[in-house]
Structures are given as structure tokens and as C-alpha cells.
């Protein structure tokens, strides 16, 4: 069948491929692959067991900027040479990387607190895990609720 | 210059718990933004941080692109002895800082 191409035709084609090359792009912005979260957190603790309770994951429940998310953990342990917090690993669920820090304390540490800034490009889950001296693995999770999002501000 | 602050009690009693402060300038550029042309803004952060009380190591980090700029970062340690801290700071494009601060134990 033919058809003549008419002025409407080809306007019509011109906005798909418009949409179809605009897509890739914003899509990249808030890429993050499902259950990420959950192969990160295999891939640095291995098949280990992680129980819940122990870590204190402090964030604000509602962030108005998520370029700048005030953030702390903290693990209830005496911090002594034969019971410590080896390390402390918080994830996110929904940024383009599901790592935010890891972080390798010791004995020396005295307390097991710290406390950083971070990014969230969306309103998420976080879940902060240390794992012991002893080897077990303790989790907390929350959740943020983010109105502006990181990675997403117009450049210069 | 990438400047860096840090915080500490000048003077503590011998096993006494101490926060220590450190915060460094730094873009953090998370390699997942765009410029106006369209291109990919290649990643530029801190990847790591160490801090070293009279040569022991006694903590370190690594950081992903979820870390914000300007990384400000609070952990403890045990006073033990007097000397130095040492806290160093590496990223990409070699990118390199470190810092000494002294603590005076009694």
C-alpha cells in the first residue's frame, strides 16, 4: 500500500523519534535495578546470616534536599579486644549504587558511631549492617521520604 | 587546594572515648549526571579515607557516589597516648590529601 506522506505523517513520525531519543537519557538518571540492594549486600557479606536489631540507622524520615541527607550509625557493642564492630556497611535501594560507605573499624574505636552526609536520588529504603568481631551480622533498615531528589539539578 | 578541617580535643584523659571531626572540600561528582550537551560528567570522588593514631590504622572508609559533597565524616577512638593523628584522604584522578593533628594525652 502507498501513501502519500502528508505534512501531518511526518510531523507525527518527527515527535516519536523525538520521544523514542529523549527516553534513554532521563531513564538513566533514575536507573537502579531491582533487588540491587540485596546483591550488594550478598556480595559483601557473603551467605552470611544477618539478624535484625543491635544498629541504630538514624536518618530524617522526610529530606527536603536529597543532595545533603544528614546520616548516622550506631552499634550497640562494649568495643572491647574480644567483642567488636568489625565494620559497619550501609545500602541504599534506590540510587543508580546501591553501596553509600563501608566502613573498617577495630577494638580501637571505643564506640562503634558515625555519622556522614549522603545522597538519595529517591524516596527509599536504607539498611545499615555491621558485622561483629564474633562474625554475625546485625541490620537496622529505615525508611526516607525524599521531596527534591540528588542527581537530578540542572548544570550550568 | 582541597581544604580540610578537623576537629579533636587538644588535651584528654588517658582512656577517655574522643569524637574526632573531619571535613574535606571535594566535589563528589557521582559520574551519573549529565552536562547541558548531553554527555556524561565522568565521576570524580573520594574513594577512600584512613586515619592512623601513631601509625596503627584505627579507622577507615571507603566511599561510593552516594556520599555528598564536601564529605563530612565523625568517628571515635580511645585516647591511649599522646602523638599524632594521621588522616589521609585518596580519590580519583589522583587525588590525594593528608593531615596531621596532635593530641596531648595526660
Not at chain 1, 532521563?26 to 543491635?54: D, T, Y
Not at chain 2, 572540600?25 to 547541558?36: K, L
Request: one cysteine or more; glycine letters at 6%; hydrophobic letters at 40%.
Amino acid at each position: 500500500m502507498t501513501r502519500k506522506l502528508t505534512r501531518r505523517d511526518a510531523l507525527k513520525t518527527a515527535g516519536l523519534l523525538a520521544v523514542g531519543a529523549a527516553t534513554p537519557a532521563a531513564a538513566q538518571v533514575q536507573s537502579f535495578a531491582p533487588g540491587q540492594m540485596e546483591a550488594a549486600i550478598r556480595k559483601v557479606l557473603g551467605e552470611a546470616e544477618i539478624g535484625k536489631g543491635k544498629v541504630r540507622l538514624e536518618l530524617p524520615p522526610l529530606v527536603e534536599n536529597g543532595n545533603v541527607v544528614p546520616m548516622s550509625v550506631s552499634v550497640d557493642s562494649p568495643m572491647t579486644k574480644d567483642n567488636f564492630v568489625k565494620a559497619i556497611h550501609v545500602f541504599n535501594e534506590k540510587n543508580p549504587q546501591p553501596n553509600v560507605i563501608s566502613v573498617q573499624l577495630g577494638a580501637r574505636a571505643g564506640k562503634a558511631e558515625i555519622s556522614t552526609r549522603i545522597r538519595l536520588a529517591t524516596t527509599q529504603k536504607l539498611t545499615a549492617i555491621a558485622e561483629m568481631s564474633d562474625g554475625t551480622c546485625w541490620s537496622d533498615t529505615q525508611e526516607v521520604v525524599v521531596t527534591l531528589a540528588a542527581c537530578l539539578e540542572d548544570l550550568p | 587546594m582541597n581544604r580540610a578541617l578537623i576537629s579533636l580535643p587538644k588535651s584528654v584523659k588517658r582512656g577517655q572515648v574522643i569524637e574526632i571531626k573531619t571535613l574535606i572540600s571535594h566535589v563528589m561528582e557521582s559520574g551519573f549526571r549529565h552536562g547541558t550537551n548531553g554527555r556524561d560528567i565522568p565521576r570524580d570522588i573520594i574513594t577512600a579515607f584512613s586515619c592512623k593514631y601513631n601509625g596503627e590504622e584505627i579507622f577507615a572508609t571507603q566511599f561510593f557516589p552516594a556520599i555528598a559533597a564536601n564529605p563530612f565524616l565523625t568517628f571515635h577512638t580511645v585516647a591511649t597516648e599522646s602523638g599524632t593523628l594521621t588522616f589521609h584522604w585518596t580519590g580519583d584522578n589522583g587525588f590525594e590529601v593528608i593531615e596531621e593533628a596532635q593530641i596531648a594525652v595526660e
